[in-house]
């Protein structure tokens, strides 16, 4: 049984596998995990890895005052539940199929970073110096937005080198069981840091990708997402090759209820800079027409790379803001505005 919020996937697919993909051995997974509270400036991005029954990963804690907890890499855990999935010290546990869903971190320890120290590079160590545990519930607050369905160009740029780099496809073609779906969300609970322990009350956004992750070719990214106290929201994923043409392009905006398809005609290409300020999101509807959208990203950490999939020694520091990085992703807490209403979400971009 699939509803109006599942994209027409079945309840099964929004778990994790439990252990290899049958037709393709390179398939794996991911469950990033956004949340940001505005008013106490608390946000959290969980980023596990699953494949072959295992799961791995790592998170971010963003704290008042400028400072983040980071463990890049957990402990894996085995996944005997597929509605249940964890690390040494990071869980999920799915209560409704694209409806609920719990999250758990229980003490992971973890290093201590800045705001400052991610912007200007400086990480010089990452041994763990704190620990710190959340407990989340999610409630989706719009339809699942199954990357590739809502425009026909992005159908076919799934189709083509992009679906390998969103992950949402096997290394033979398209496959019912692949794919990579956003949902945005509210968000509670508790978050303890130390002897602290604080309450926790935003938004923020699930994401789910099953498929086989080829990099080759691919020169940057922009995913961004954001949810408003009307309800409504948005997503954007734009795909660039290294020829500079955009090989996956595709965007939608909700009422909360329902998805409708929009077109990309501005994103911000300036991650780069170190004092980036305020950008523009541009989008085109049908039943809308333009929508203007003023962003800026208030929280960030960064992965700086010589090349893609290859954060590795040579290049210090690795895990923060390096001009010079042949990669630089930045993933960020972003602000939003669209029509005088302010809402959160998050912003990654890279290349």
């Given at each position: 049984?699939?509803?109006?919020?599942?994209?027409?996937?079945?309840?099964?697919?929004?778990?994790?596998?439990?252990?290899?993909?049958?037709?393709?051995?390179?398939?794996?997974?991911?469950?990033?995990?956004?949340?940001?509270?505005?008013e106490r400036d608390i946000?959290?991005?969980?980023?596990?890895?699953?494949?072959?029954?295992?799961?791995?990963?790592?998170?971010?804690?963003?704290l008042p005052g400028g400072k983040i907890l980071r463990r890049r890499h957990d402990?894996?855990?085995?996944?005997?539940?597929?509605?249940?999935?964890?690390?040494?010290?990071i869980s999920y546990r799915c209560i409704e199929p694209f409806h609920r869903w719990a999250y758990t971190v229980d003490n992971l320890p973890a290093f201590a970073t800045s705001d400052s120290d991610q912007a200007h590079g400086n990480v010089a160590d990452e041994a763990p110096v704190t620990a710190f545990s959340v407990?989340?519930?999610?409630?989706?607050?719009?339809?699942?937005?199954?990357?590739?369905?809502?425009?026909?160009?992005?159908?076919?740029?799934?189709?083509?080198?992009a679906g390998l780099w969103i992950a949402a496809?096997?290394?033979?073609?398209?496959?019912?069981?692949?794919?990579?779906?956003?949902?945005?969300?509210r968000v509670t609970g508790k978050v303890r840091a130390g002897d602290e322990v604080m309450d926790f009350n935003g938004v923020g956004l699930r994401c789910h990708v099953r498929g086989s992750r080829d990099l080759n070719g691919m020169a940057g990214t922009c995913w961004m997402s954001g949810l408003f106290p009307s309800g409504r929201g948005f997503g954007v994923l734009?795909?660039?090759?290294?020829?500079?043409?955009?090989?996956?392009?595709?965007?939608?905006?909700?009422?909360?209820k329902h998805l409708e398809p929009a077109r990309i005609l501005q994103f911000p290409r300036t991650?780069?800079?170190?004092?980036?300020?305020?950008?523009?999101?541009?989008?085109?509807?049908?039943?809308?027409?333009?929508?203007?959208?003023?962003?800026?990203?208030?929280r960030a950490f960064y992965w700086?790379?010589?090349?893609?999939?290859?954060?590795?020694?040579?290049?210090?520091?690795?895990?923060?803001?390096?001009?010079n990085a042949g990669v630089l992703m930045k993933q960020a807490i972003a602000r939003y505005v669209w029509d005088g209403e302010i809402g959160y979400g998050h912003d990654e971009r890279s290349g």
């Open positions: 049984m699939t509803d109006a919020f599942s994209a027409g996937l079945v309840p099964e697919q929004d778990y994790a596998l439990t252990g290899p993909f049958p037709d393709d051995p390179g398939v794996a997974e991911t469950m990033n995990f956004w949340a940001y509270d505005a946000g959290l991005n969980l980023h596990p890895q699953i494949k072959d029954g295992a799961m791995a990963g790592g998170a971010t804690l963003f402990d894996p855990g085995r996944v005997t539940d597929g509605a249940a999935p964890s690390s040494a010290h407990d989340f519930e999610s409630e989706c607050a719009a339809p699942a937005w199954c990357n590739g369905t809502l425009t026909t160009e992005a159908r076919h740029g799934m189709e083509g080198p496809r096997t290394s033979k073609g398209m496959h019912p069981d692949c794919f990579r779906y956003d949902q945005l969300v734009v795909n660039i090759g290294d020829d500079g043409r955009y090989l996956f392009s595709e965007a939608h905006i909700t009422d909360g991650h780069r800079d170190l004092n980036e300020g305020k950008y523009w999101l541009q989008l085109a509807t049908d039943a809308h027409g333009m929508i203007d959208i003023e962003g800026e990203d208030i700086s790379m010589p090349e893609w999939g290859a954060p590795a020694a040579g290049m210090p520091p690795v895990y923060a803001r390096d001009g």
